[in-house]
């Protein structure tokens, strides 16, 4: 038998070779070599390279640390040895071949790396060579780097060519390439440190892209869509070049008219939201995330729409094929009213957004007035009990786990962006020289700016109080027939009549106006005729003018506008206008909102005293203020797929910190979930991420300058996220009187901490989810070797110091899906360390989320966890999350699987043991069953 070499020569098998390359790297573990090597041997073939024998020993490592833990760090061992083998030790070399790689189907140079990146890493790449340590790849478990190969680290040609170290190092060296003109390597050598050692990392995006010939870096983007086919169509696009380039997408579509709503313009009906659903699932399948994950597209639905039904069962397995779309993400997003009228067992309108189209545009007190009014109005296009609504939600939730929930009323009163607007709102504003009519006459509207004023809407006298609503903002000029000219945002609302039915008018945004367009009729209050001269308006009779032209005013301006709420109308140099449905928006132009991510690494932060625990806040402190520094490095680094994203995200400058490992943290504390050591760890930490993070970001801003809508602010009243919730800090640690004064004097971003799943890189860091408890104590890996499982590694060290780690301790575990309830050996202080998710009160879960959610300003993606769901459990756990005030109500809701994917059942016989797996038997007469890949 022969073996191929690296070199590509043949040589004779050498069997010891295999075992002393296992004993080489096994010298510090509880491993059986002379056993691993004889399986691996068994299992080689004549004329295997010894990079396929590498691969086979790491397999069959990996497949046997179902009993042994060692086993996985073996198994990474000789993987990421293997690798180092096949790659270059210089990452100046490396960088090279990326950034002079040729395309050998067109003969053409494609660089996977950009220039400017590459000319950082020229000047500086003796510092960078000497940093760089490739002992830390080893710190990966085996599984961790398997998914690092797979997804994340550059290929030239199909081919790894990066190491971890080398894609960390690139990460660290993209964000700070372009720090003050010429590069930071300093903070970038350090950058590369912390996440060498594993205490963050950034997001998927980031760890892709950085570096690249396009670094798209961000990892969300929310759009909104207008009522409107060629906005809709534009959206889609927009979700395609997203997603093209590795961002997952939310889209809000309560905007869009119901099924059954009359299209004025073509005489038709509407067909409502499913088919154009379905268009963008057709975009989310076709656009992947470069090609690395499928593409995700988010619906944001809000429960008042006619198409709520429908939309609710769009992932539902069953036919017909023509009503779903289940590559689509679903959310709701919730309004405390709806909530209200399932408390008190009400009725729920739904209203075509066409007819009510404030109801999107408002939250609150205000939106419950129009939706009240409206109602009274019978406006709605139909009815039903708000519980029977809710028992749609929550049964699609039992059979898909979606939709999302999520709380407008709560988002919006404890946004840090209140100043900017409603979330996911758009603009309707005017210049400071137009006039406004008041009992006082027609006044500038820049005079009357926070003043309660009455204000004529074209039909009766109505309070007001007007607010400046941006900076610098490109206006358009509309002209119209008497010579008066109205100078707006683009999507300022006119009042146009339906040609053949002049009661009817549609508010149409000025950027779709057209020549000839009538605008409403409407009348004036007659002691205020002699100050209409001044617009050359015949107040005799009711005026019907019409729009002559709409042109591109020169320069920035500065917009001002109100929120009339009876009709949601007001007279604006003499003209009947639409008017704000939010009055505290800030904007410069069309945008689309983007977060740019990291998640922290806690059992990182773990240091020992004396032989117990201690959690070192300190470090957590300095690490969460780099990240804030790497993060708003990123948003000006980031290349972005559409123009309306790079505004947003360099105007207003958001990020989302978050975390993994949590639950890790609770068990190497011995703290049970909801035991008074977790709720404290639970609290503090989250609290010392958020004071961090607000320093650091104020920081910042004294140092680059405070994002564009700081003034006006929470911020610049001294007001942070607890303050929000009605809630103080509970930690000495830090100062927050004191941070509360700084923040008045600055900020560089709007938002800082937000709780994202952390799927992917928890696996790469070996941590359990963002902050969810573990579901399971056991886990299923799938490898050419087989199916096979690997235990909590807190759990195995735990049994092993009170000697209860054995095979037969494993097997019970097995035997009851990892759960060690019923496990009569295991002492009772283990078995409440070791509740899975499915054990836990989901009550704490969200009780956790409460506590936590005064330092969260964004929110945190909680999935709820039933073994055996049902609508009464869900529909309490809903009325719980409100009336806690979360702003989440639910991510994905789970529900336990008959059995798990990977299924063993124990039985005793006398030549060894059989297992039984998914219904095919497999005999095992070794200490260690080795199942046949098939």
């Known amino acids: 038998m022969f073996v191929i070499k690296r070199s590509g020569q043949k040589v004779p098998m050498r069997y010891d070779s295999i075992t002393d390359r296992n004993l080489e790297l096994s010298k510090d573990l509880d491993i059986d070599v002379a056993y691993l090597s004889k399986i691996v041997i068994q299992s080689l073939k004549n004329g295997m390279t010894t990079i396929e024998i590498d691969e086979l020993a790491a397999e069959t490592a990996a497949y046997m640390s179902s009993y042994e ?159 409107d086919l060629k906005h809709i169509y534009e959206t889609n696009l927009k979700c395609a070049l997203i997603s093209k380039h590795g961002g997952g997408i939310g889209v809000n579509i309560t905007k869009v008219r119901a099924k059954g709503s009359p299209i004025h313009s073509t005489n038709g009906v509407s067909d409502g939201l499913i088919p154009m659903i379905k268009v963008f699932n057709s975009t989310a399948v076709y656009c ?70 404030q109801l999107a545009e408002t939250y609150g007190e205000e939106f419950e007035k129009i939706y009240i009014q409206a109602e009274q109005e019978k406006k709605y296009m139909k009815q039903m009990k708000a519980r029977e609504l809710l028992e749609k939600i929550t049964h699609a939730q039992i059979e898909t786990g979606l939709p999302y929930i999520l709380y407008k009323d709560s988002i919006n009163k404890k946004s840090m962006q209140s100043n900017i607007g409603i979330i996911r709102s758009s603009n309707l504003c005017v210049s400071g020289d137009t006039k406004i009519l008041t009992k006082q006459g027609h006044i500038e509207i820049k005079r009357l700016v926070n003043k309660e004023t009455e204000i004529w809407n074209g039909f009766e006298w109505s309070t007001v109080t007007p607010k400046k609503t941006g900076e610098n903002q490109p206006l358009l000029k509309v002209e119209l027939s008497n010579g008066i000219t109205i100078k707006c945002t683009e999507y300022h609302k006119f009042p146009i009549v339906n040609e053949s039915e002049n009661d009817y008018y549609e508010l149409i945004d000025a950027i779709k106006l057209c020549k000839g367009q009538k605008i409403l009729k409407y009348s004036f209050p007659s002691l205020y005729e002699e100050s209409f001269k001044d617009f050359n308006l015949d107040t005799s009779k009711n005026i019907n003018l019409t729009i002559k032209s709409v042109n591109i005013l020169s320069g920035l301006h500065d917009t001002f506008c109100f929120t009339e709420n009876k009709r949601n109308l007001g007279m604006f140099n003499g003209v009947l206008l639409g008017n704000c449905a939010e009055i505290v928006e800030v904007t410069n132009g069309s945008s689309t909102a983007v977060c740019n991510l990291a998640s922290i690494s806690l059992p990182k932060y773990i240091r020992y005293i004396d032989g117990h625990p201690d959690f070192d806040h300190e470090k957590l402190y300095q690490i969460t203020k780099t990240i804030v520094r790497n993060i708003d490095n990123i948003i000006d680094i980031n290349y972005y797929p559409i123009d309306e994203a790079k505004k947003n995200n360099t105007d207003y400058r958001p990020m989302g910190i978050g975390i993994q490992g949590l639950a890790d943290v609770f068990a190497i504390f011995k703290a049970p979930w909801g035991s008074p050591i977790a709720d404290t760890l639970n609290r503090y930490i989250f609290e010392t991420i958020y004071y961090a993070a607000v320093e650091a970001s104020h920081e910042l801003a004294l140092e680059r300058g405070s994002y564009s809508a700081f003034e006006e602010s929470p911020y610049s009243k001294g007001i942070l996220q607890y303050h929000l919730w009605n809630e103080q800090p509970k930690s000495v640690h830090w100062n927050w009187k004191a941070l509360e004064e700084k923040v008045k004097k600055g900020m560089r971003n709007s938002l800082l901490i937000a709780l994202m799943p952390t799927a992917s890189s928890s696996q790469i860091l070996g941590n359990n989810e963002c902050f969810e408890a573990f579901t399971s104590n056991l886990y299923s890996r799938s490898t050419l070797a087989g199916d096979f499982i690997i235990l909590n590694k807190h759990l195995a060290r735990d049994l092993k110091e009170i000697g209860l780690w054995n095979k037969d301790i494993v097997n019970k575990i097995i035997e009851n899906d990892g759960s060690v309830q019923a496990i009569e050996e295991i002492p009772d202080h283990i078995k409440e360390v070791y509740k899975t998710v499915w054990e836990i009160k989901q009550s704490t879960i969200v009780k956790y989320a409460a506590m936590r959610a005064p330092f969260v300003d964004q929110t945190q993606s909680m999935n709820i966890f039933f073994e055996h769901p049902t609508n009464k459990l869900l529909s309490s756990l809903h009325m719980a999350g ?44 070794e200490d260690v069953c080795v199942a046949c890949s098939s």
């Open 882 to 925: 409100w009336k806690a005030g979360l702003k989440t109500g639910n991510y994905y809701i789970r529900s336990k699987p008959s059995r798990n994917a990977v299924k063993f059942s124990i039985l005793k016989e006398k030549k060894g043991k059989e297992y039984v797996k998914d219904g095919k038997k497999m005999i095992c007469t």
């Open 288 to 357: 992947n995330q470069s090609g690395k994950r499928k593409g995700s597209i988010a619906m944001y639905l809000e429960p008042w729409h006619p198409d709520v039904v429908e939309f609710l069962a769009l992932r539902y397995n069953q036919p017909p094929e023509e009503i779903r779309a289940r590559d689509i993400f679903l959310a709701l997003w919730v309004n405390d009213l709806f909530m209200k009228r399932v408390e008190e067992d009400g009725m729920w309108s739904l209203f075509c957004p066409s007819v009510v189209p």
């Open 69 to 227: 833990p060692d086993y996985d760090i073996l198994a990474a061992r000789i993987a990421i040895s293997n690798h180092q083998k096949a790659t270059s030790s210089s990452f100046y070399e490396t960088m090279k071949m990326l950034y002079e790689n040729i395309n050998t189907h067109t003969g053409r140079k494609s660089n996977v790396i950009n220039e400017h990146f590459m000319k950082f890493v020229e000047t500086h790449k003796e510092t960078i060579d000497n940093a760089i340590d490739y002992s830390k790849d080893f710190n990966y478990s085996y599984f961790g780097f398997k998914t690092l190969q797979r997804l994340y680290l550059l290929k030239v040609e199909k081919k790894i060519v990066e190491r971890p170290q080398h894609m960390l190092m690139r990460v660290a060296c993209a964000i700070h390439s372009n720090t003050n003109g010429g590069g930071d390597i300093i903070r970038a050598i350090q950058c590369y440190k912390d996440m060498a050692e594993g205490y963050y990392t950034h997001a998927s995006p980031t760890l892709f892209n950085s570096g690249a010939s396009r670094q798209q870096l961000s990892s969300c983007f929310l759009l909104d869509t207008d009522d």
